[in-house]
């Protein structure tokens, strides 16, 4: 992703500055840069550089200069793209190209109004049914933890985390970045059960942190306390994360620092698909964020009111968070 570039003043066109003072002007403006390229998540990082370098490849296929070309050549970019894309796409490419085109200092000037008339159209003629992953309900669980105790034998320390993985991920509505952002340093035990501490998540980008607590119910083969508490005694007093990498051996992987290393969102992702088709589910259906649909779904159907619900999985808009009880009330 193109580097942006922070608006300060020119140090080496100001007169009567010192060197030193020329320096440290240098310096802020540098901080700057990274403080705007703090300001978007990880995630949007990575998906806006993805975006910038199809707008590149397709802009050069027409001998264009991605960072010169005018509007009329993105909403060319889009329509071709509308044949083959969902919506959600199409408004992640335009929100890239037009944001790196500012940060480069060549701003491109798109008609908004006409933007959301060419969408209109677009779901007027395909429609816009969102993509929905299943979700990971109470029943698919135990089968799933069922299959996992088969397997104990050959790899006791993956099944362990692998345990604790998804029942947490079920029983706190977790998100996948925020499973593999946990640290040791956040989990503690209370008298009640199990408190996460989230650092930071999609709907937190300023990373105030917020709490999430679990309940114990030990005579419960969900009981995702339970499965946390045997998980950590695997690693022992290791630093690190709460859910680290485990090598083909069945070994913890460490880092040169002697840390345990993160396991990525696609592990997570990958652990459910695999987990799920051991069923005999259809494992496409199925993705990481069935956890968080599953607990939603979960608490709907137990008659949680959505606001505790909300609160728990941390939904900021109620409209999203009903989005993601998939048949609970029929």
Not at 195 to 213: C, H, M, P
Request: proline share 5%; hydrophobic share 40%.
């Amino acid at each position: 992703m193109p580097r942006p570039t922070a608006v300060l003043p020119d140090a080496d066109g100001a007169n009567g500055l010192t060197d030193l003072q020329r320096a440290e002007i240098r310096r802020l403006a540098a901080r700057a840069d990274e403080l705007v390229e703090a300001s978007l998540s990880a995630n949007t990082r990575k998906a806006y550089g993805s975006a910038w370098r199809q707008w590149s490849e397709w802009c050069l296929g027409f001998g264009l200069d991605p960072q010169a070309a005018d509007a009329p050549w993105l909403a060319m970019h889009l329509t071709a793209l509308s044949e083959t894309r969902k919506l959600s796409t199409l408004e992640l490419r335009r929100a890239a190209v037009l944001e790196i085109r500012r940060r480069l200092g060549r701003p491109l000037h798109f008609d908004d109004a006409q933007f959301r008339a060419f969408l209109a159209g677009l779901r007027r003629t395909k429609g816009a049914r969102p993509d929905k992953k299943a979700a990971l309900l109470e029943e698919n669980l135990r089968a799933v933890l069922l299959l996992l105790d088969l397997a104990t034998a050959s790899a006791p320390k993956r099944c362990l985390r692998d345990r604790a993985l998804l029942l947490t991920g079920f029983a706190g509505g977790f998100r996948r970045s925020e499973l593999t952002g946990f640290d040791l340093r956040d989990v503690s035990f209370t008298a009640e059960g199990l408190v996460l501490f989230v650092a930071g998540s999609k709907t937190d980008q300023e990373r105030r942190g917020e709490e999430v607590g679990i309940q114990a119910v030990p005579r419960s083969p969900l009981c995702a306390v339970t499965a946390v508490a045997a998980w950590l005694a695997a690693p022992g007093d290791a630093p690190g994360p709460l859910y680290c990498r485990i090598d083909r051996g069945g070994h913890l992987t460490y880092g040169l620092d002697g840390r345990l290393q993160p396991i990525d969102s696609k592990t997570v992702a990958r652990l459910v698909k695999r987990v799920i088709k051991g069923t005999g589910l259809a494992e496409g259906e199925f993705s990481g964020h069935s956890l968080r649909a599953g607990m939603m779904t979960a608490a709907d159907r137990k008659g949680v009111p959505l606001e505790a619900a909300m609160q728990h999985g941390r939904w900021k808009d109620a409209r999203t968070a009903r989005g993601y009880r998939r048949h609970s009330s029929l």
